[in-house]
């Protein structure tokens, strides 16, 4: 048999077409049969009608009508097969064009050696273009993939800095984290808040800190001590300024109004949807923290932030967090803001800093409405009726832990970064 195509051969002893993917065969005359093998295996790129007469017809004088109806029926006969064409050649003759980028109808095919032929008959290009595509759904893939937005929230922050922090008395040794390569990252931008000049922590040794900004909050996170690699949870200190001006904030006068503040009914709890499991099978990672927000001329603003992990795999599990915010003189009814989701914990780094990100596909959100909101306070209202819209997958960074603390960096009126009491349950 003569291969035509990868799966469409001749068949010149029965005269026939045999159709390797339907298994359909053609039926062709003597002379339809003899002159097809002649075109295919012709050196010239055209036969003459003479030489197509002579072996369609050999031994036989006919009339070229008898090869024009010959070439006619030839062509309905291939005329499934549109990669394979008969010309006419003017006042040449005919030509056999059998195109090299086939349609490959490949499903079907039971002759081994054909289904390589044609594997190998596609184009180069073809094959290339094939390639290129699944590349670039690859990488599509990966774009809008979850690790690919963790690395992009963990590319906008840096942790490249370190500086020493005045506050109460004492310098400390402070961590440096910044987002979107914000400027201004000399220490006045954080000390400008406080008081100078007041001695309160001096009882201490010193301290290590976080200090924190994304361009328009300045955080500072204080765990009073000197180990650097474990803090005690003692007299920690979370301040955020959310205003350029100087709060004036002076420090004795704040820790004791603060401690006040944090000895009122803790209205902040996160509320754990009721298990019928008592076995204490799973383990919630318990933060709390209480971060205050000076503003010169206003009341000071205090948000008691409660976050809560319960894995359900190694890196997955779900996540509660609630937010109480409350002044200090209780004119604002407090405003609660609660979110509640499925994490993804990622292990990363900010520079040379070990991080952990945790994204949170959010399920649920609850903000309740202050019945009495005064002026110091509509700022952070307003934000978290914002966030309380838009938000459906957040991102919460720590960048330290140990075995009684740990620092968030979290997506609240920006970002806000705080040291938080750790515990464990078992629930």
Not at 63 to 79: E, F, G, N, W
Not at 246 to 269: C, D, G, H, K, W
Not at 289 to 307: C, H, Q, S, T, W
């Amino acid at each position: 048999m003569l291969k035509i195509t990868p799966y469409l051969e001749l068949d010149t002893e029965a005269n026939q077409l045999v159709d390797h993917v339907s298994g359909k065969k053609v039926s062709l005359t003597f002379s339809e049969s003899a002159v097809l093998h002649r075109l295919l295996l012709s050196a010239n790129p055209v036969c003459s009608k003479e030489e197509l007469l002579s072996a369609g017809w050999p031994d036989r004088v006919v009339a070229v009508t008898s090869l024009t109806q010959c070439i006619s029926t030839l062509r309905k006969k291939l005329d499934g097969y549109r990669e394979v064409q008969l010309k006419t050649i003017a006042r040449r003759g005919y030509q056999l064009h059998i195109s090299t980028q086939s349609h490959v109808k490949m499903l079907a095919v039971n002759d081994a050696e054909s289904m390589r032929a044609a594997i190998v008959d596609v184009s180069l290009l073809v094959k290339i273009s094939g390639i290129v595509i699944a590349l670039l759904l690859l990488i599509l893939a990966w774009y809008f993939s979850d690790y690919h937005k963790i690395k992009q929230n963990l590319s906008r922050w840096s942790a490249d800095e370190q500086f020493e922090l005045k506050v109460g008395g004492l310098k400390g040794d402070t961590q440096l984290l910044y987002k979107d390569n914000a400027p201004h990252l000399h220490p006045f931008m954080w000390e400008k808040h406080l008081e100078p000049d007041d001695n309160f922590m001096t009882c201490h040794k010193g301290f290590n800190a976080f200090a924190a900004t994304d361009g328009d909050n300045y955080s500072m996170a204080i765990c009073p001590g000197t180990d650097a690699k474990q803090c005690a949870g003692k007299g920690l200190i979370n301040i955020t300024s959310v205003d350029s001006e100087p709060a004036s904030l002076n420090m004795p006068e704040f820790v004791e109004l603060s401690t006040a503040m944090e000895q009122r009914i803790r209205y902040n709890r996160v509320m754990l949807p009721e298990s019928t499991d008592t076995s204490g099978a799973f383990l919630e990672h318990n933060y709390q923290a209480d971060v205050y927000f000076p503003v010169k001329g206003e009341l000071l603003i205090r948000a008691d932030i409660n976050m809560s992990l319960i894995y359900d795999s190694a890196d997955t599990g779900e996540f509660y967090s609630s937010t109480c915010i409350t002044d200090q003189d209780c004119l604002t009814t407090p405003i609660k803001y609660k979110v509640r989701g499925k994490f993804k914990q990622y292990s990363g780094k900010i520079d040379e800093l070990n991080v952990d990100v945790f994204q949170v596909k959010v399920e649920q959100k609850d903000l309740i409405k202050p019945e009495t909101l005064n002026d110091s306070a509509v700022r952070f209202y307003r934000d978290l009726r914002k966030r309380d819209i838009k938000d459906e997958e957040l991102y919460f960074i720590r960048v330290h832990q140990d075995h009684k603390t740990a620092v968030w960096t979290i997506p609240l009126f920006g970002q806000v970064t705080a040291w938080y009491h750790y515990e464990r349950f078992d629930i």
